[in-house]
C-alpha cells in the first residue's frame, strides 16, 4: 500500500505542483488548503505523515502541530516555511514538528525528508496518551548509557542524570546515535545519512541548527558540556 501523505498548503501553485509530484513519487496524497480542513481530514483518516505549510490563514501549521500532539498523535511532521530565522525554526520544532523544508524548495529535497522520516517512524504507532513519567528501571540491554546520557528508545525517552529531556523525533535520534558512539568523532556525511537519509551537502545549516537545540536542551549549570564541535570534520559526545 503506498504511504499517504497529509498536504496543508494555501498557495494553489505550490499546493497543486506538489500534490503531482508526491503522486508521481507513489504517495497517496490528500491536499488541502487551509488548518482546519488539516484537523478535520487528520481526524477523519489518520495519514502516514503530514506536509504543513507554516503560514496558513486561520489555524496555521504551528497550531494544527499543536492539536494533533496534545492529542496525543505522534504522526511524522513535515514543515514547509519561508521562515528561516532560527526562532522561527525553534518555533516549529517546540510546536511538534520532526523536520522542515525552506521555500523555495527542491522537490526532491522534500523526498528525501520524507523518506527519512517515514522510515525511522514505520515502525512506531502513534496516538495514545503518553506514560507517566517514572524513573528507569535497569533492563540488560535496553538501556544505552554515555557521558551521563540514559536513553531508552523503545520508551524514546532520555536523561542527564535525574532529569528527564523533552526531546524531538529528530532530537532523540541525533542523541542516540551520538550516545551511541561517545567518544568518537561523527563526520557531517555520516551524521546526515544515519538520522536524514540524505546529505544535503557542505552549505546546509540543518545539523548545526539540531545540534544547537540539542545542546539548549542539555546544558546545565556547573555541568560540562557534552556535545563538541570538531571543526571542519563533525561532531562528538564526551564528557570533559
Known amino acids: 500500500m503506498p504511504h499517504t501523505v497529509l498536504l496543508a498548503e494555501d498557495d494553489r501553485a505550490i499546493r497543486n505542483a506538489l500534490e503531482r509530484a508526491l503522486t508521481l513519487e507513489g504517495y497517496q496524497v490528500v491536499a488541502v488548503a487551509d488548518g482546519v480542513e488539516a484537523l478535520a ?37 513535515l514543515m514547509l516555511t519561508a521562515l528561516v530565522e ?17 521555500k523555495p524548495f527542491d522537490v526532491e529535497e522534500v523526498f528525501a525528508r520524507l523518506r527519512a522520516l517515514l522510515r525511522r517512524t514505520g515502525a512506531v504507532e502513534s496516538g495514545g496518551a503518553a506514560a507517566p513519567a517514572e524513573a528507569p528501571r535497569p533492563e540488560p540491554d535496553r538501556f544505552v548509557e554515555a557521558a551521563g546520557i540514559r536513553m531508552d528508545p523503545q520508551a524514546r525517552r532520555a536523561w542527564r542524570g535525574s532529569r528527564e529531556l523533552e526531546l524531538t523525533r529528530t532530537e532523540f535520534e541525533l542523541l542516540e546515535l551520538l550516545v551511541r558512539n561517545a567518544d568518537i568523532v561523527l563526520d557531517h556525511s555520516t551524521i546526515y545519512d544515519r538520522i536524514w537519509g540524505y546529505d544535503f551537502g557542505p552549505g546546509s545549516k540543518n545539523l548545526a541548527v539540531y545540534v544547537g537545540y540539542l545542546r539548549r536542551k542539555l546544558d546545565q549549570p556547573d555541568a560540562p558540556q557534552l556535545i563538541h564541535t570538531v571543526r571542519g570534520v563533525g561532531y562528538v559526545l564526551r564528557e570533559d
Do not use: K, S
Open 41 to 77: 481530514q487528520a481526524h477523519r483518516n489518520r495519514p502516514d505523515v503530514l506536509v504543513l505549510d507554516v503560514m496558513m490563514p486561520g489555524i496555521d501549521g504551528l497550531q494544527v502541530c499543536r492539536v494533533l500532539r496534545a492529542e496525543g498523535d505522534r504522526t511524522p511532521v
Open 86 to 102: 532560527t526562532a522561527d525554526r525553534i518555533a516549529g520544532l517546540d510546536a511538534g514538528a520532526d523536520d522542515y523544508v525552506v
